[in-house]
């Protein structure tokens, strides 16, 4: 009889282990009554704006990315260019084969709803630019590199809900 007691208590004191590990990496907790009503109440008294899934993000870049006419320019072989892209938000893009002292004509844009502050950071060399993604407008500013690295960082409050382009190249 001990031997089947003993047996039993391994038994279920895995079998509670297991069930407590399978609902501990479950995703989905079932929420108390108490939580689904006051989410209820709260979705009801402030519609939020739902954040855009990642084809919708795919998008906004594209959108950002026509701005800048980047599909004709890249195909055309532009001469100069640097670096090219979209970024996410927030989002880095980092070249470290720029010698210090080159002038670049700095192009960005975005699309959807909010702004974006741009940054292109070399050595001490600084330059930030807010763009508002509501107007479709390309913004354009010149840049010296102070370094031997170059970067252009994307920011913004509403990263869910914009799309960036961006497009250095050389000034001869």
């Known amino acids: 009889m001990n031997r089947f007691t003993l047996r039993t208590g391994s038994t279920l004191t895995a079998v509670a282990l297991i069930t407590g590990m399978a609902s501990a990496c479950s995703d ?6 108490a939580s ?6 709260s979705s009801a008294a402030a519609p939020t704006a739902q954040p855009l ?7 906004l870049d594209k959108e950002a990315r026509d701005l800048l006419n980047m599909a004709e320019r890249l195909e055309s072989g532009e ?3 640097v670096s090219s892209g979209s970024l996410a938000v927030p989002g880095e ?11 670049l004509r700095v192009e960005v844009a975005c699309a959807g709803e909010g702004t974006v502050t741009f940054t292109v950071v070399s050595g001490t060399a600084r330059t930030a630019e807010r763009v ?4 479709p407008m390309t913004n354009g500013f010149d840049f010296t590199t102070a370094g031997p690295s170059l ?22």
Do not use: H
Request: proline share 5%; charged share 25%.
């Open 53 to 59: 899934s990642p084809s919708g993000r795919e998008q």
């Open 132 to 135: 508002d993604c509501t107007q």
């Open 93 to 103: 893009s980092l070249d470290t084969t720029i010698k210090s002292g080159t002038a």
């Open 151 to 172: 970067a252009i960082q994307a920011d913004s409050a509403e990263e869910d809900r914009v799309g960036t382009a961006y497009i250095m190249s050389r000034i001869s």
């Open 79 to 81: 001469e100069g260019l």
């Open 36 to 41: 689904q009503s006051e989410k209820a109440a």
């Open 28 to 33: 989905s907790p079932t929420p108390s009554k």
